[in-house]
C-alpha cells in the first residue's frame, strides 16, 4: 500500500464531559499549547453526561488561537447538514479557517431514536450520508447560481440560499469501516478517519479498507491521493519500552506511528486521551520525531 505523501499532523480527540464543564476546554489549550494541529470532540448528543459538541467546539475554538477544531465524528442523524452547512461555515469564518469537518452515518440508533432521531438500515445510512453531502458542499457554493435545490431520499432543500462561504475549502472526513461506507468516501470524501480499535484486524485493516477507498475512488475519476487518510489512536506511555502497539516510551510511539504513515498512507495521527501529560508528550516528543522519521525515509 502506498504512502500517500501528504503532510502529516497530529490531534487530540477529547471526551466533551459535562462535569466539570470547563474539563474539556482546557484540554483544547493544553492541546494547542503542546503543540498540536488538532483538537477533536466526540459526539454523542443522547449521552447526558456529555455537553453538546458543536457548542463546545464553538467556546475552544473562542479559548484558542492557532489548533483547527473539529468534531470527530458528529452524529449526522442529529444534525441536520442543512443546519450544519451553515454552522460550520459561520464558525470557519469567526475563526480565520480553523474549521474541520467529521460526520458519521451513525451508531447508537437507540439512542439516536430517543432523542427524536429516525432509525436507518446500513444502506439507508449511507445513503443519508451522500445526500447530507451534497447539501452541506451546495450550501457552500456560494459562486453557484441560483438556490440550492436537492431532492433526496432522507435530505431535501428546495430553495435555500447559498453561503455563507467558509472561510476556507473545509474538509469533509467520513467515519467508515463496512465496505459500503468506504466505497462512498472513496467517491466523495475528503479523508477517511476511522479508529484503530474498532479496525476488526488493527492495522492490518488498513490495507484491505485502503485498497477499497482507492478503488471507489478511482471508478468515480479521482485520484486516490484526494482523500487523507486520518486514526484515532490510544496507547500508554512508559518509561521503559512496552510490549505492544503504542506502548511504550515516546521514541517506541513515534517509530510505531512512522511506520503507519509510511506502509498504510496515514498521515493524520489523533490521540484519544483526557490527560494533559499525554498530549503533551504527543505534541513535543512523538510528533516531531514521527515527522523527521518520515522525512528521512522519504528522503531515501
Do not use: C
Request: no cysteine; aromatic share 8%.
Amino acid at each position: 500500500m502506498p504512502d500517500y505523501g501528504h503532510q502529516l499532523w497530529f490531534g487530540s480527540f477529547i471526551t466533551p464531559v459535562a462535569q466539570p464543564a470547563a474539563a474539556p476546554v482546557d484540554l483544547a489549550v493544553t492541546s494547542e499549547q503542546a503543540g498540536l494541529d488538532v483538537v477533536s470532540f466526540q459526539d454523542h448528543p443522547y449521552q447526558s453526561a456529555f455537553q453538546d459538541t458543536w457548542t463546545l467546539m464553538a467556546y475552544a475554538a473562542a479559548r484558542t488561537e492557532r489548533i483547527r477544531i473539529s468534531g470527530n465524528v458528529l452524529s449526522l442523524p442529529l444534525r441536520p447538514p442543512a443546519v450544519l452547512a451553515r454552522a460550520a461555515a459561520s464558525l470557519d469564518r469567526l475563526t480565520g479557517g480553523r474549521v474541520e469537518l467529521g460526520i458519521g452515518a451513525g451508531a447508537f440508533w437507540d439512542g439516536i431514536v430517543a432523542m427524536g432521531g429516525r432509525r436507518l438500515q446500513p444502506a439507508q445510512a449511507v445513503q443519508a450520508v451522500e445526500e447530507a453531502v451534497r447539501v452541506i458542499r451546495g450550501l457552500w457554493a456560494t459562486d453557484e447560481p441560483g438556490p440550492l435545490r436537492i431532492e433526496g431520499d432522507f435530505y431535501s432543500v428546495n430553495g435555500a440560499k447559498r453561503g455563507p462561504a467558509p472561510a476556507h475549502p473545509i474538509p469533509i472526513r467520513i467515519g467508515a469501516y463496512k465496505p459500503r461506507m468506504l466505497r462512498l468516501t472513496g467517491r466523495i470524501a475528503d479523508g477517511w478517519l476511522p479508529s484503530l480499535g474498532f479496525l476488526p484486524d488493527g492495522p492490518a485493516s488498513l490495507e484491505t479498507m485502503n485498497r477499497q477507498i482507492d478503488e471507489a475512488a478511482s471508478d468515480a475519476g479521482r485520484e486516490p491521493a484526494e482523500i487523507s487518510r486520518l486514526l484515532n489512536v490510544t496507547g500508554r506511555f512508559t518509561t521503559g519500552s512496552g510490549g505492544g502497539l503504542l506502548e511504550g516510551t515516546p521514541d517506541d510511539w513515534a517509530e510505531q506511528l512512522a511506520g503507519l504513515a509510511l506502509r498504510y498512507g496515514v498521515s493524520g495521527f489523533i490521540l484519544a486521551s483526557d490527560e494533559p501529560s499525554d498530549l503533551n508528550l504527543f505534541g513535543r516528543e512523538v510528533a516531531p520525531r514521527v515527522r523527521e522519521l518520515v522525512r528521512i525515509e522519504r528522503a531515501g
